[in-house]
């Protein structure tokens, strides 16, 4: 199973907002309705932001969204802040019924 | 509160096996499968396989299969995950994360562990 596609890096100034890409296939992210989003702070374990393609975790930041179309999943990170400076992966469940991970993001605040 | 609690660093050389275990609380131990999950120096994260813990079954990444074992023990509400015949790319943080927010078959990985650095 090779790692769903994500861009390497994206940056983004404080306030502003931004959008991270996860391609796969019809076998993972194009197949089903879960795809799900964490963060990883450096030295830290990583944290689930978005579930479900779009749904946050109770009680986390609105600041984050998710969506889908086709192949591709995206997260958006509005109003940027300089505490979302982190690496962010994608992941989906599989027709293998495993999982898949993204190859990663790193996403800096300028 | 949910916790999720990993076992400390391990150096183990080329050909050896190490075992790590995921102790955890705060809930009911049998209902949740508990995944683990790893990532190289400088790479990307790796969903190596998952165990559920009311039958003990198991489902392994296609890469790991020959080589990984995961089982868990419900006097201790402890789950554990062995990779035999260690080489220098298995050199990584591993992670034990429970499910939750499930639709379905398909979970998120919605409670991790601290990690477990395992040097090859």
């Known amino acids: 199973q090779s790692a769903l596609t994500q861009p390497a890096s994206v940056s983004g100034s404080p306030g502003q907002s931004i959008t991270i890409s996860c391609t796969g296939t019809t076998s993972d992210v194009g197949g089903y309705n879960h795809v799900s989003w964490y963060q990883l702070h450096p030295g830290k374990g990583p944290q689930l932001i978005i579930f479900d393609v779009n749904k946050r975790p109770s009680g986390d930041s609105n600041r984050f969204s998710g969506s889908k179309s086709g192949n591709t999943a995206s997260l958006t990170i509005s109003g940027l802040q300089a505490e979302d400076e982190a690496d962010y992966y994608c992941s989906s469940y599989t027709t293998s019924r495993s999982y898949v991970f993204g190859s990663g993001t790193k996403v800096t605040v300028l | 509160q949910v916790q999720v609690v990993q076992s400390g660093a391990e150096v183990k050389k080329p050909g050896a096996s190490v075992k790590v275990s995921c102790t955890t609380s705060?809930?009911?131990?049998?209902?949740?499968?508990m995944h683990w999950v790893r990532q190289a120096p400088g790479q990307g994260l790796e969903w190596m396989g998952l165990?559920?813990?009311?039958?003990?079954?198991?489902k392994y990444a296609q890469k790991l299969q020959d080589r990984v074992t995961m089982t868990r023990d419900t006097s201790t509400n402890t789950v554990y995950m062995e990779l035999s015949a260690l080489r220098s790319e298995d050199t990584a943080v591993y992670y034990c994360?429970?499910?939750?927010?499930?639709?379905?078959?398909?979970?998120?990985?919605?409670?991790w562990g601290q990690g477990t650095l395992v040097t090859v």
């Open positions: 165990i559920n813990p009311s039958g003990g079954t198991t």
């Open positions: 994360a429970r499910e939750g927010f499930c639709s379905g078959d398909t979970c998120s990985f919605q409670f």
């Open positions: 705060g809930y009911t131990f049998i209902r949740y499968y």
